[in-house]
């Protein structure tokens, strides 16, 4: 017994709360409203009024993206695009991407970066091999794709032990987008091109090549099946796996073939029970070709973008809940301009890409929130959100899905988040798509969000 006693007054000393992880106890998170009920569409669908009124006609969206391309720099207007770009200004995109880093980046959970790996991403841009970029040369995604910071697949983060943002990851390519090539890396594995909301790095492998006329044939022949859900996936195959159960997000869409011959089988499959659709594929030689693929009719999908009403904005959003985050669309997810990018696309409406570009655009009702307005000033004016209300802090975007007693809710795809709850800051472990109170939430005891936002972009306008 005497022998047990140092190791037990031993296990005593270490066995404080801190040694063993201790937190505080749970605060009584429903004080700040927060209940289960509120992550489901049920409860805010109930609180919409007119939820099925149609804000916008589909002739004023297709209005509105006219606008967006128009005099959005960083997106591409395909009917407008020049027949030919200079090497000079492919050569400026590419450098206002893909600039040296300034700061330490860590891979592989603890290593460094090297200048020398830096060295390698640098020289494998190739910058000094730019041509002249023409009609001749377009593409479509093949698959969904990374766009890339650099030609490189590395992953590289801000600090030791990082994992869920990779500063090298920009955003993707969902199968079917239309892309203007634009140049070649070095080691001739990726390319540089410009997307309908982005100009970034993709593998070459990922992209069918093909002339403007056939990529824009592709992407605008009528009839088209929308995917209305987060994620489908078409039909499996036993072996060619370039086209079995490939993810299709929400928002992109791909030409219906109508002139199928129902006694006539689909990839060993008969069709009565799917939608045959164009799906692009990149052969051997690098040129796009199309195959018939089946999508389930089970699958979400719908003939046409769904109805411009608040209803349909607070269904599709709630169809991402849960899902983990994903900077720059990664680990198959999306990040938070990503999300409302998505949900509103499934409406027709185009918004840019990032955070920064959505709020500074001057194509819908943009609400400054000013360094001066007071508290008071500032909770006016968010008691007065409306379903669907786009509202920015830096570097972050949520959406508006109504309003109870707390005051207005969103709904985002958050990395980390905070809430005051029962007098006190907590951190609110996020890493994926949840909602939220805008007024309760904040980034530690001594700010707010509601202190920190910046803008509100209204998309729809009043209900007729």
């Given amino acids: 017994m005497r022998m047990l006693r140092p ?31 509120k992550q489901s569409p049920a409860y805010w669908l109930q609180r919409a009024p007119d939820a099925d009124s149609v ?15 128009a005099f959005e720099s960083g997106m591409a207007d395909w009917q407008t695009w ?33 200048p020398q790996e830096v060295d390698g991403w640098m020289a ?54 239309p892309v203007a090539v ?32 056939f990529v824009m044939a592709h992407a605008t022949r009528q009839p088209r099946r929308w995917i209305t859900g987060s994620q489908i996936r078409t039909v499996f195959h036993p072996y060619a796996k370039e086209v079995s159960e490939q993810v299709l997000d929400m928002g992109s869409s791909l030409p219906v073939r109508t002139d199928w011959p129902l006694s006539k089988p689909v990839n060993g ?17 690098g040129l796009l070709h199309v195959k018939p693929v089946l999508i389930p009719r089970s699958a979400d999908t719908s003939d046409a973008p769904l109805a411009a009403t608040h ?66 000033q500032r909770i006016e004016l968010i008691r007065k959100l409306r379903i669907g209300d786009l509202v920015y802090i830096p570097g972050h975007v949520m959406m ?13 795809d958050s990395h980390t988040s905070g809430i005051v709850v029962g007098g006190g800051f907590r951190a609110l472990p996020t890493n994926g798509v949840a909602v939220t109170p805008l007024q309760a939430m904040a980034f530690g005891p001594e700010k707010s969000y509601l202190d920190a936002i910046t803008a509100v972009q209204r998309i729809f306008p009043e209900a007729p």
């Fill in 124 to 177: 494998n841009l190739d910058l000094e091999n730019i041509m002249d970029a023409d009609d001749r040369l377009f593409g479509m995604a093949v698959k969904r794709t990374a766009l890339r910071r650099f030609p490189t697949e590395q992953r590289a983060f801000d600090s030791k032990g990082g994992i869920d943002i990779d500063r090298l990851q920009e955003s993707a390519l969902f199968p079917g987008s």
């Fill in 269 to 285: 499959q008969g069709s009565l029970g799917a939608w045959i659709v164009d799906y692009p594929l990149r052969l051997d030689n």
């Fill in 82 to 114: 020049p027949n030919r770009i200079p090497r000079e200004a492919i050569r400026s995109r590419i450098e206002a991407l893909s600039k040296r880093p300034q700061t330490p980046l860590f891979k592989n959970a603890n290593l460094a970066v090297t």
């Fill in 7 to 37: 190791a037990l007054a031993a296990f005593l000393m270490i066995s404080t709360p801190s040694a063993w992880g201790y937190e505080p106890p749970e605060p009584d998170w429903t004080s700040a409203g927060i209940t289960a009920e």
């Fill in 182 to 213: 634009l140049h070649e890396s070095k080691d001739r594995q990726w390319l540089f091109v410009q997307s309908e909301n982005y100009a970034a790095w993709v593998k070459a492998d990922a992209i069918g090549l093909a002339s403007r006329q």
């Fill in 400 to 412: 508006v899905i109504g309003q109870d007693s707390q005051g207005p809710w969103v709904i985002h």
């Fill in 55 to 69: 804000l916008l006609q589909t002739a004023a969206i297709q209005e509105s993206n006219r606008r967006l391309l």
């Fill in 311 to 376: 209803g349909n904005l607070i269904r599709q959003s709630f169809k991402f809940i849960g899902e983990r985050y994903g900077w720059g669309h990664d680990y198959n997810g999306r990040d938070c301009s990503g999300f409302v990018s998505e949900v509103y696309r499934s409406l027709g409406v185009l918004i840019p890409r990032n955070t920064g570009d959505q709020q500074r655009a001057e194509n819908f009702r943009r609400i400054a929130f000013t360094p001066e307005m007071s508290r008071t």
